[in-house]
């Protein structure tokens, strides 16, 4: 007669549950890493051994930590790998100190898919938001081949006299509420941060008159409407508001609020 070992049953469940939390801690380490890409050791953070690559791309002097700290702690980590990235001048990414010519967003769109590439990835998704989104939108329009999937949400196709005025009401950072102040004083210090924000405000505004608001990304993906226009006024308003105020919603940095 044959006999089969048995291990007894919490002998297998302790396996199990070992090798779940292996697994699971394998996956949620967070790694942090600089890349030397154009000129610039621009900074980085990956999680995750999945097969989809993410990029996170984050808002106007936004850094990888700021604007994505939940995601790269709450993504798949066996479905994705995430990377999130500090453009040139942002976060860890200093030096160099941030400058915003006309063609900024094109400068980090670039840098964005050449860190990505030099990363090995040979195809992945962009997740953008703000100044993010507008540069996703650039690098997915310029270089598809490279792209599986886009998700870009608060990005402008055109900037307006009514958005410059929503900007220069809020150029001066002791006007914004201590909630979103706070964590771009901790990243940058007061001085970095009040300068290179009124130096972004500078940018956009520079945009805005040698193109007459039209040419973020010049005749690319999105024609201005009224509709469109209306949907984001409707937006940076509430952007303004939240700025200004301790109460943040669910439209605000992520960082500011709780």
């Given amino acids: 007669m044959l006999r089969f070992a048995r291990r007894p049953l919490y002998k297998v469940l302790l396996s199990a549950i070992l090798r779940r939390e ?31 690559a993410l990029l996170l791309l984050p808002g106007a002097l936004g850094s990888s930590q700021t604007d994505f700290g939940p995601q790269l702690k709450s993504l798949n980590k066996e479905r994705f790998t995430v990377v999130a990235w500090d453009p040139r001048g942002y976060g ?15 400068t980090d769109a670039k840098d964005a898919l050449d860190l990505m590439q030099a990363l090995h990835f040979k195809k992945f998704s962009l997740l953008g938001w703000s100044d993010g989104g507008i ?13 599986h999937k886009l998700v870009v949400w608060g990005a402008n196709a055109f900037v307006t006299q009514e958005d410059i005025k929503l900007y220069n009401a809020v150029r001066d950072v002791s006007v914004w509420s201590e909630n979103m102040r706070k964590p771009m004083v901790e990243i940058y ?4 941060f009040a300068k290179t924000w009124a130096a972004w ?51 605000s940095r992520a960082p500011g609020c709780t």
């Fill in 22 to 52: 292996w697994v699971s801690r394998t996956y949620s380490t967070i790694t942090s890493a600089k890349k030397e890409i154009n000129g610039v050791h621009l900074h980085y953070q990956q999680t995750g051994k999945g097969d989809h």
């Fill in 92 to 106: 860890h990414s200093i030096p160099p100190q941030r400058e915003f010519p006309l063609d900024f967003f094109h």
């Fill in 135 to 147: 540069t996703a939108l650039i690098a997915a329009s310029k270089y598809p081949g490279l792209i």
């Fill in 189 to 192: 210090g007061a001085d970095y």
């Fill in 201 to 251: 405000v500078d940018g956009i505004i520079k945009i805005e008159k040698e193109t007459n608001g039209k040419a973020i990304f010049v005749k690319i993906l999105f024609h201005k409407s009224n509709a469109l226009h209306s949907s984001f006024m409707e937006r940076k308003t509430q952007w303004y508001h939240d700025l200004t105020q301790t109460t943040c919603t669910s439209t």
